[in-house]
Structure formats: C-alpha cells, structure tokens
C-alpha cells in the first residue's frame, strides 16, 4: 500500500484552487469584519419591507447579496478545512465562518414572519405597482405556501423552543451508535482479532470468507439487539414530535407534511411502493444465481452483500480517468465538454489524498464559486465512478448557476441525484459497450446489481418501515421494541424472498439507521436512480431532443417545482411506469451478468 502523502508533497494539479474565491485567509477574515458591519443595515427593514413593492424589492435585494457573500465565506472555510481536518488554523477559519452565519440568521429572523403576516394577494398587487419585484416570484411563491400551516408569533415561538428542547433524538442516537456501542471483536480473514465499528462492517460483510461475513453481521446486530430498549424509545421520541408538531400546524400526515415540503404529493411516494412491490422477480432471480455461484446450500442475508467478482483489480491513473470519463459524457456535446475540461484544467478537483484529508467525495462551492469537488482518488474503477458521479452534481450546479439568478439557482433536493446517477449509469453502459474483456464487464454488471438492490429495493423497504412508524404513532399505537422487530423482519420477508435465509437478528437492522431520523428523506434516492435509467434510455436510444432536453432541466436551477423540472425530460414520478421502467433495466442487467457468467464459467 503506497503511503499517504502530506498535502506539500502533492503536485498542485491535483489541488484545488481555493485563491478564486479569497486570495488569502487575510482576505477572508477582512470579509467577515466587513460584512459583520453590513449585517444591522438589514434591520431597518423590518418595519418598511411591506409598504410598498419596491421597498420589498429593495430588502429582498439587500438580503440576498449579504447571504451571497455569507455562503461564499462558509464555503471557503469550509473547502479549506477539508484539505486537513487537523489543522487548528482551517478549524479556526470555520468557527468564524459559522459564528457569522449565526449572526446572520438571527439577524434576518424577523423576515419570514413579517413576509407571511400578510396575504399572498398582497404580494401580487404589489407586482403590478413594482415589476421588478417578480425577480423574487418564485422565492415568495415558495414562502407563502406554507402561510395554510403558519400559526400565530406566539404558537410559532413556543414550536421553536420546544423543538431544541425536543430535537436531541438524533444527537443522541449519533453519540450511542457510532461513540458508545462496543461492537467487540471479530476474526478477520487471516484469523486475526480486530475491532468491529459501525464504519468497518462494511467490508468485512462483503469479505470473501463466509466466516467473516457471518460473525460480523452476527456480532453487528446482535449488539443492536442488546440496546433495542434504548433504540427503539429514541426512534419512537423522534416520530412523536415530527407527528405533534406537524398535526399543529394543520397537516393531515407527516407524510402529506414531508410531500408537500419536497412539492410533491403521496401519489409519488405509493407509486414508487406498489412499483417495487410488483418488480421483485428480477431481485429473487439474482439472490438465486448468487446461492449458485458461492455454491452455498443456503443463502443467508449476509451472503447477498458477499462480492462475486472480487479478484479484478485494473487500475486507472488519473490521465485514464480523464479520458474515459470524457469519452462517456461526450454524449451531451460539445458544450457540456468544454465545462468538463474546465473542471479538470482549472483546478475544481482536489484529488488525491493527503494526510488529515476529509475522507469520501462530495461536490461543494457556492452561487460565487467554482463547484469543487474533492475526491481520494487510488485508481480503482470505483475511484473513477465517483469522480463522474460528482462531476455530474458540478455539471448540474454550474448550469444551474449560470442560467439562474442567485435566488433561483439552487434547485431540489428531489432532483439532487438525477445528473450524478445519469453520469454513473453513462459510464457503467460505456465500459459494457466497449470493453473486450469478459471479467471487466462481469465486474462493471456485479456493481450496477449492487446500485440497484441498494437504492431501489432497500431503500424502498426502509420507506415502508418508516411510514408504518408513522402510521403507528398517528393512530396513537406504541413503537415498542418487539413491535419495530416484527415488523422490520416481515418487510425483509417481502423483500428478500424464499431464497434467501433470514437470521433472526436482522429484525434489529433499524437500531442502526440514521436516515429514520430524517423524515421521509430516502425515498429520494430510489426515485432520483429511478428518473436517472429513463433519462439514459432516452439519451442512449437517440430520442429526439434527449440531450437538448436534459442540459435545459440543468439548467433550470429552482425555477420550477421539482417534478416539473423532471417532465422536461419526459420523466413524471407520479406515474408508475418511472420505477416500472427501472426495474426493467435491473432485470436487463441481471440477465446479461447471468449469461455471461455461465459463458465463462460452463462445467
């Protein structure tokens, strides 16, 4: 294993350029003493911003380039402390960039109150007596959907307090599961003694020895099972107070309150249920060749995460990624490329790992920035993927930008997966296309199985799990610890099938689950890979305006409502044949990885 280099070491081509954004940390903090003093200006709106539409104008204006420069300092000092997590100085930069943000917002609290105490009608009349106020249309049309669910200051007041009173759930549940809880001891594969944690179980499931995976799913769970008591009384806190606080305010479900956030309704989240609830054939088929191919007598829950192609190992320098990246995404046209090579030529990417690193990937920057990505690149195929997934949260956020203004550039988090997944599916397709060697497609075919057993099969049956929490606790039915088992075991029951053994300790795997505590967040991703197979389909078979159609969603921004964003690809994920038509595309590749590993592996 090479060693990990320190940041001085690395060549600046593989760094990112922060200097665009500040050209020093000088400059930075300067920024923050100026804005500092910008921020009571802000004040003296509150008590003018509704006489007339210029003088909301004019607060919106003002409000909004004060937030510009406040994400551009977060921003930095965020990027900067990711180069090394350890340095006191990048953690100092933070704690100034958060104290500001801080005070911005206690500064600006006033000003969605005061917007809502009036009606929407009144926002309209002003429209006509300031045209230019419609530069904020969408921004107010946002704000003053949730006027129906607004209480009075008082009420709105005391749901503030007691929700950091009540909001410790989670906190909680971060500092027992991965600070607290001794998962002791496992054997790894050289018969070695190593400390199982939240983070490495993960590998060892999917070790090649059943005797690793076995004992660290057993030891896992089981450690689940001895805190059940205390899990389950946090999970139950936390879908109380979501439901209290969202039947106050008028909401008929908190699932209807977590919809309507994301400008969606029900119909998509049921849809997406009964689609994957008819579409488990393909899945149960797959559990089926794998029990084959590890030549088991039984296939326990732990063997499904087992690798089948474990042994190929091409490396791809970053020279090759470049070019196998660009070589897939040439597909949008030269316009899309030309941003592509600026990514690459003028340092949005940092790209390989150094000492105190931020570990992962992630796609950052701000309306005024650049949108970096950082990456740890090694040189696996997996390396490579990442980097075109991210690529494609930067592609999405750069033509959001640029076509958008500021107040319209960020667009949902309903969408946030689509062009990611479009470029991971792109590259998995474009390897498949053109590579000669059978164990590199049988490789490439294993991951996309993985992509979707996880994405829209898991995290579907996790949505199932959490709306009968919700519906538990909405018909005034306790979440008992036995209660949250039974029910988790019999959706793995459904969801795995007769093929696959279910040890008795999975019936603890929602002990371990943080996204539970986010209220009807994971369903995003089985939709987001969901619209991202139809957009590829129609990208790949040449539909007419495929590609033309799918940089205009770019580069819509948050001018529309998400799925409106979406139907500009012809993609609606209120209709049923969205997820229909992913699970086809599921079972495609199930066929394809079976065929071509009976060709290579005949008796």
């Excluded at 910008?38 to 709106?45: C, F, G, I, Q, T």
């Excluded at 006509?128 to 419609?134: R, V």
């Excluded at 070790?207 to 660290?216: D, L, T």
């Excluded at 000492?355 to 005024?368: E, L, Q, V």
Aim: charged residues 30%; proline residues 2%; glycine residues 4%.
């Amino acid at each position: 294993m090479n060693k990990i280099k320190d940041r001085s070491e690395i060549d600046n081509i593989y760094k990112w350029d922060l200097s665009k954004i500040y050209k020093s940390d000088k400059e930075f903090l300067n920024e923050i003493k100026n804005i500092e003093k910008e921020l009571p200006n802000l004040l003296k709106y509150k008590d003018t911003m509704l006489n007339s539409g210029k003088d909301l104008y004019d607060a919106l204006n003002n409000l909004f380039e004060v937030s510009r420069i406040i994400e551009k300092i977060y921003t930095y000092a965020h990027l900067k402390n990711d180069e090394d997590i350890s340095l006191s100085s990048s953690i100092e930069l933070m704690n100034k960039a958060e104290t500001i943000y801080i005070k911005f917002s206690q500064t600006i609290s006033y000003f969605s109150p005061k917007l809502l105490s009036v009606k929407y009608e009144d926002i309209e009349k002003m429209y006509k007596e300031y045209p230019k106020l419609k530069e904020y249309q969408r921004y107010l049309e946002i704000e003053f959907r949730y006027q129906d669910y607004k209480l009075s200051e008082l009420e709105e007041k005391l749901i503030s307090d007691l929700s950091k009173t009540f909001s410790d759930n989670e906190d909680i549940f971060s500092s027992l599961t991965d600070s607290d809880i001794d998962f002791g001891t496992i054997k790894d594969e050289d018969n070695k003694e190593v400390q199982l944690t939240n983070t490495n179980y993960s590998i060892y499931v999917k070790s090649s020895n059943r005797r690793v995976r076995q004992e660290a799913f057993l030891k896992l769970y089981g450690t689940y099972e001895r805190y059940k008591t205390t899990l389950s009384k946090l999970l139950e806190g936390e879908v109380e107070q979501t439901s209290t606080f969202n039947k106050i305010r008028g909401y008929k479900s908190s699932l209807d309150a977590a919809m309507y956030k994301d400008e969606l309704n029900s119909k998509v989240f049921n849809s997406l249920i009964e689609s994957v609830s008819n579409g488990f054939d393909p899945l149960f088929r797959y559990f089926r060749l794998k029990k084959e191919i590890l030549g088991l007598d039984e296939l326990h829950i732990y063997d499904t995460y087992a690798d089948i192609i474990p042994t190929y190992n091409k490396k791809y320098s970053y020279d090759d990624a470049k070019k196998l990246i660009k070589d897939t995404l040439s597909v949008f046209g030269e316009d899309y490329l030309k941003n592509i090579d600026k990514a690459f030529n003028e340092n949005w990417i940092d790209v390989m790992p150094n000492t105190g690193k931020r570990g992962g990937a992630y796609s950052g920057g701000c309306f005024d920035t650049n949108p970096y990505i950082l990456t740890n690149f090694q040189g696996e195929f997996n390396d490579v993927s990442t980097l075109i997934h991210e690529l494609g949260h930067s592609m999405h956020s750069y033509y959001s930008r640029n076509n958008n203004s500021y107040q319209n550039a960020d667009y949902s988090i309903v969408v946030a997966e689509v062009a990611s997944t479009v470029n991971e599916l792109l590259l998995a397709k474009h390897v498949l296309k053109t590579s000669n060697d059978d164990q590199e497609k049988l490789y490439i075919l294993d991951r996309l199985i993985s992509l979707f057993k996880g994405t829209i099969y898991r995290q579907t049956m996790y949505e199932e799990f959490e709306k009968f929490l919700f519906d538990k606790v909405e018909n005034e039915e306790s979440l008992t610890s036995d209660v949250l088992a039974k029910k988790f075991y019999e959706l793995n029951k459904k969801y795995y099938g007769k093929d696959v053994v279910l040890d008795d300790v999975i019936k603890y795997e929602w002990g371990r689950m943080p996204h539970l505590y986010y209220n009807f967040y994971m369903y995003k991703y089985a939709t987001g890979l969901s619209a991202a197979c139809q957009i590829v389909n129609q990208i790949l078979d040449g539909k007419k305006d495929a590609v033309n159609n799918y940089l205009k969603f770019l580069s819509t921004g948050g001018t529309l409502p998400p799925n409106e964003e979406l139907k500009i690809n012809g993609v609606d994920l209120t209709k049923k044949e969205v997820c229909d038509n992913a699970i086809k595309m599921f079972s495609e590749i199930v066929d394809e990885f079976e065929k071509l590993y009976k060709k290579n592996n005949k008796k």
